[in-house]
């Protein structure tokens, strides 16, 4: 089953507002990554947050981490048209052998 | 964008036959991932290679074996198609080695039909 969980499915939003995006996970984290997919092209890096980080910015982007709670969540601020794509959490847990864990996504699309 | 290629693009093939899927990296990185993507699942790892000759499995690699005989190259054969492996699989590269703390940097995929 996949370690990252986000909520919601999908997300429709105007141009301009903020777009949250929330992930859970199961097992305790080294960090949790956010990554963007364009519609046919690979997924993009955004941002990562460590597991003795609370809160994390770049640009437009802000993002949380709970570890308490088993959550993280991604701010995007006054959105663009150009942010529409799906967005991934991955979690690189602490045991085990090192590797990314992806959720399914949320599929974001900004209304003009 | 990181110097990650991936060949072919597109293919289409049918059942039963054998099937090579190639990435190339030019970043020098030590590791190297495959993946499946398919609607409802997300990203789901087949295999992955953390140097050259070392290969480890994936949440999902039955049906699948990888090879890396050079640091460049991640190769991901499927022995025998079978239409449950219609999906898009993604080359990813990471500098784990210099700390977990580390992106995963992709390649724009292969979007695989087995017919």
């Known amino acids: 089953s996949q370690q990252g969980e986000e909520d919601p499915q999908a997300l429709s939003i105007q141009e301009g507002e903020n777009a949250t995006m929330n992930c859970s996970y199961k097992t305790s984290i080294n960090n949790l990554q956010w990554y963007r997919q364009n519609s046919g092209r690979g997924l993009v890096h955004l941002i990562l947050?460590?597991?003795?980080?609370r809160e994390k910015h770049s640009g437009r982007l802000r993002v949380t981490l709970d570890t308490s709670k088993k959550s993280s969540s991604l701010l995007i601020t006054a959105s663009r048209a150009a942010d529409t794509a799906s967005y991934f959490c991955?979690?690189?847990?602490?045991?085990?052998?090192?590797?990314?864990?992806f959720g399914q996504g949320t599929r974001l699309t900004i209304n003009p | 964008d990181a110097g990650i290629t991936q060949s072919p693009r597109h293919k289409v093939t049918e059942t039963g036959t054998p099937v090579t899927l190639r990435c190339h990296q030019t970043e020098n990185h030590r590791y190297m991932y495959w993946y499946r993507q398919d609607p409802g699942h997300g990203l789901r790892l087949i295999h992955y290679s953390y140097g050259v000759k070392d290969t480890d499995k994936g949440e999902v690699s039955d049906g699948y074996s990888v090879s890396r005989s050079k640091t460049e190259d991640f190769l991901l054969t499927l022995e025998s198609a079978t239409s449950s492996q219609t999906s898009v699989y993604f080359c990813?590269?990471?500098?784990?080695?210099?700390?977990?703390?580390?992106?995963?940097?992709f390649g724009d995929g292969t979007r695989l039909s087995i017919l």
């Open positions: 990813a590269i990471s500098e784990l080695d210099r700390g977990f703390n580390q992106p995963q940097h």
């Open positions: 991955a979690t690189l847990t602490i045991q085990g052998a090192q590797k990314l864990v």
């Open positions: 947050i460590r597991s003795n980080e």
